[in-house]
C-alpha cells in the first residue's frame, strides 16, 4: 500500500498529470505512509498536520485502499460536510470510484416521519407562521436525499424541529407505523453497506456508551477508526460518559407525559393526574430553587448552603418518579409510544440517584444554570477508563490527527488524556504555508497583565488601534462574555469599520456576514477559536486578547489539576500550559487557511514575553516572525 500511495501523490500521480500547477506535498505524503503502515498493522497513529497539508486526503486513500471497514469521525459537523459533499467526490474521480461511503449523524438531525405526521394533525395548536413551516416540510420531504434538518430552509433555532425528529428516548424503532419511510433506518442500512462511514465525535461516543452498556449499538461494527479533529475526543468523551439531569429535558418529559397519560387513563381505567401533578411541581422547583445566579457550581462541596436540601429534593424526586413509574410498566408492554416515555423516566431516575449519593471519586459532580435551565451533571474526571475496553485497547487500527495534537512536538499531553500508551509515537507535520514571510506575530510589551483592573479598557484600546491599521478584517478572539461585552462597547462608536458581536445573531449568520464582507471586525468567544475558516480579503488579522488558559474556578478543571497534583504531577504544567498551547494555536489557525493567505497574528498578553512559560508557548507557534513594534506593525499591514 505505501508504495502505491507514492505512485499515486508523487508526481506522475494522478493529480500531477490532471494539474499543471501541481505541487507535490512531502508532508501529505508523510501522513500517508505513517497511516498506511496503522492500518497494515493495526496499530495506532497520531499525526499533528498543519494547515494546508492536506491531511483528509493522506488518511482517506490508505482507509480506502485498505480494504478495512473505516469509521471517520469529525468534532466539526463543517469537517464531516466537506469531507463528503467534496473530499471523497474528488477521489472517485482522479483515483476510482470502487468504495460506498456513507454518512451517519445524530438522531435528532435527521426528520421523523411518524411524528411530523402527529404534529400536522395538532395543526391548530401552533401558530400560522409554524403551521405554513410544518406544511412546507411535509411537501419537501419526499425529495430529500437524506432528510437532514440541513436540507429544509427552517429559521435558525426553529423549536418545532424537536418535535418532529425522533431522538432515541422516543423513537419507536421497527414497531412504528411509518418505519418502513424512516430516514435514520434508511441511513444505518446505508451505513452497514458502506466501506466507510463519516460520523461525528459523539456519534461515536454515543455508540461506546450505548455498546458499553449492552443495550445495543448506534454504528456498524468497524476495523478502523480515524478521528480527525482529535483534540476534541476527550470533551465529547467526557459528555457522553457523563450523568446528566436537566430541568429543561424532565419539562419536556414531563409535557410527553401529559399527552400520552390522559389516553392511557381512558383505557386502563387508572389516574395518573395526581401523581403527574406532583412530578410536575416537583421539575418546576428544581428549575427555579436552586443555584439561581447564571454559572457553574461544584455539588456537595462542604459548607455549600444549597448541598443538604438539594440532595434530600433529589431523593424525594427520585421516590417519586418511581412511584410514577411503577403503574406505567404493565400498560407500556403493550403500548409503543409509552414504552420509551418509561424507559427516559426511569433513566432520569438512576441519575437523580447517581447524582444525590455521588459515590464515585472518579466523578466530578457540578450544577450550571443557564437562564431558566438548571442541569445537573457528573462528568468523569478521566476518561481513559472509559475509552480503555471499547476504543483504546482493542487491538484495531486507530489514527489521530488534527492541526493540533502536541506542544511543541511532544505528544504526552494528547496521549495522557484519552489513555494511549506513552510508547506510541507522534508524527508532526510542518504546514507548507510560508508563515516567516506571510505573518507577522505581535505581542506588546506595555499593557497591563490580565488580572490587572485596567486591563479590559487598554486591550481594547489596543484592539481599536490594529484594527484600523488593518482596515477591519479582523477576528478578534476572547476567553469570557465579559470582555467581549466590554471590548464591544468600547468599539461600537470608535472604528468606522461594521462591528460584529457573537450572540447578537446565529453563529451561522454571523459567519456568512464576516465571510462576505471585507472590512467587518468579528468579536468572538470560545466556539469561534476553531471550525472558523475565512480564506482571502475578509480576513488579515485574529488577535487574542488572552492567553486561553483553562479557567481553574471551573469544577471540572478544578478535580482534574487537583487529581494531577495528587498523582505527583504539576497541574500546571502538565495540563493548565499544554491546554493554553493546544488552544492557542486553534485560535491563531484561523488566519492561514490557504496559502495566498497572509496577515497579523496578535496575542495582546505580556506573560508571552514576560513569565518563563511564555518561551515554552512561543515556541508552540507557526514559525512567524515577532515583533513588540506597532510601527513594524503598521508597515507589514499597508504592505498586503
Known amino acids: 500500500m505505501r508504495r502505491q500511495l507514492q505512485e499515486l501523490l508523487g508526481p506522475q500521480g494522478p493529480l500531477a498529470q490532471a494539474f499543471t500547477d501541481y505541487e507535490q506535498r512531502p508532508g501529505q505524503l508523510a501522513m500517508a505512509q505513517a497511516v498506511a503502515r496503522a492500518f497494515e498493522e493495526d496499530d495506532f497513529c497520531l499525526v499533528e498536520a498543519g494547515t494546508g497539508t492536506g491531511k483528509t486526503l493522506a488518511y482517506l486513500l490508505p482507509a480506502l485502499m485498505s480494504g478495512k471497514k473505516t469509521i471517520v469521525s469529525t468534532g466539526l459537523k463543517n469537517l464531516q460536510d466537506q469531507i463528503f459533499d467534496k473530499d471523497l467526490p474528488f477521489i ?83 414497531r412504528c407505523p411509518e418505519f418502513g419511510d424512516c430516514f435514520l ?5 446505508q451505513a452497514a453497506a458502506a466501506d466507510l462511514v463519516l460520523v461525528n465525535h459523539h456519534l461515536f461516543m ?27 475526543v476527550e470533551e465529547a468523551a467526557t459528555s457522553y460518559f457523563g450523568k446528566n439531569l436537566s430541568s429543561w429535558a424532565l419539562s419536556i418529559l ?45 455539588l456537595w462541596r462542604e459548607g455549600d448552603p444549597e ?84 476504543l483504546i485497547n482493542t487491538g484495531r487500527t486507530l489514527v489521530f490527527t488534527s492541526a493540533t495534537l502536541s506542544s511543541g512536538g511532544d505528544f504526552s499531553y494528547f496521549k495522557d488524556r484519552l489513555g494511549i500508551w506513552p510508547e506510541v509515537e507522534g508524527l508532526a507535520v510542518e504546514s507548507p504555508f510560508d508563515y516567516a514571510r506571510r505573518t507577522l506575530t505581535y505581542v506588546p510589551t506595555a499593557l497591563p497583565q490580565p488580572s490587572e483592573p485596567d486591563f479590559p479598557e487598554a486591550a481594547a484600546r489596543h484592539i481599536e488601534e490594529l484594527v484600523n491599521l488593518s482596515r477591519g478584517r479582523a477576528l478578534v478572539l476572547f476567553t469570557s ?7 464591544a462597547d468600547y468599539l461600537r462608536e470608535r472604528i468606522k469599520w461594521p462591528l460584529l458581536v457573537q450572540g447578537e445573531a446565529g453563529r451561522a449568520a454571523t459567519l456568512e456576514e464576516f465571510t462576505q464582507s471585507t472590512s467587518s471586525v468579528l468579536l468572538a468567544t470560545h466556539s469561534f477559536w476553531q471550525g472558523v475558516d475565512v480564506p482571502g480579503e475578509s480576513l488579515s488579522a485574529v488577535i487574542i486578547e488572552k492567553l ?14 487537583q487529581l494531577m497534583e495528587e498523582e505527583g504531577r504539576s497541574s500546571f504544567g502538565d495540563y493548565f500550559l499544554p491546554e493554553t498551547a493546544l488552544t492557542l494555536k486553534q485560535g491563531l489557525g484561523r488566519l492561514m487557511r490557504r496559502r495566498s493567505d497572509q496577515g497579523l497574528l496578535a496575542i495582546l498578553d505580556v506573560r508571552l514575553l514576560k513569565k518563563g512559560y511564555g518561551k515554552k508557548l512561543l515556541k508552540t507557534l507557526p514559525p512567524s516572525r515577532l515583533t513588540s513594534d506597532m510601527a513594524e506593525v503598521s508597515a507589514f499591514l499597508k504592505k498586503i
Open 307 to 390: 448541598a443538604g436540601p438539594l440532595r434530600d429534593f433529589l431523593i424525594n424526586l427520585y421516590h417519586d418518579s418511581l412511584a410514577l413509574a411503577e403503574p406505567l410498566k404493565a400498560p407500556a408492554r403493550e403500548n409503543d409510544e409509552l414504552a420509551p416515555l418509561l424507559s427516559r423516566l426511569l433513566e432520569a431516575a438512576g441519575n437523580m440517584l447517581f447524582l444525590a449519593e455521588a459515590s464515585s471519586r472518579e466523578y466530578v459532580y457540578q450544577a450550571e444554570r443557564q437562564g431558566r435551565r438548571l442541569s445537573l451533571s457528573a462528568f468523569p474526571i478521566r476518561v481513559s477508563r472509559q475509552l480503555a475496553d471499547g
Open 185 to 189: 433506518w434508511k441511513a444505518r442500512r
Open 206 to 232: 454515543a455508540d461506546l456508551a450505548v455498546r458499553a452498556s449492552g443495550f445495543g449499538e448506534v454504528l456498524p461494527d468497524w476495523e478502523a477508526a480515524v478521528f480527525d479533529e482529535a483534540h476534541l
Open 548 to 561: 486561553p488558559f483553562p479557567r481553574p474556578d471551573r469544577p471540572l478543571v478544578r478535580a482534574r489539576s
Open 92 to 174: 472517485r474521480k482522479f483515483f476510482g470510484d470502487n468504495f460506498r461511503a456513507a454518512r451517519l449523524k445524530g438522531r435528532e438531525n435527521y426528520l421523523c416521519p411518524f411524528f411530523l405526521k402527529k404534529t400536522l394533525a395538532q395543526g391548530v395548536l401552533f401558530s400560522g407562521e409554524d403551521r405554513a413551516i410544518l406544511e412546507a416540510v411535509n411537501q419537501r420531504a419526499p425529495q430529500t436525499r437524506d432528510g437532514d434538518r440541513s436540507e429544509f430552509s427552517l429559521p435558525e433555532g426553529w423549536p418545532l424541529w424537536a418535535e418532529i425528529s425522533a431522538p432515541a428516548e422516543r423513537c419507536l424503532g421497527p
Open 481 to 487: 462574555h465579559k470582555n467581549m461585552n466590554f471590548a
Open 254 to 298: 414531563k409535557r410527553d407525559l401529559d399527552r400520552a397519560l390522559p389516553s392511557l387513563s381512558l383505557t386502563t381505567g387508572a389516574s395518573f393526574g395526581p401523581q403527574l401533578e406532583i412530578f410536575g411541581r416537583q421539575v418546576e422547583a428544581l428549575a427555579s430553587r436552586f443555584y439561581k445566579r447564571p454559572g457553574e457550581y461544584e
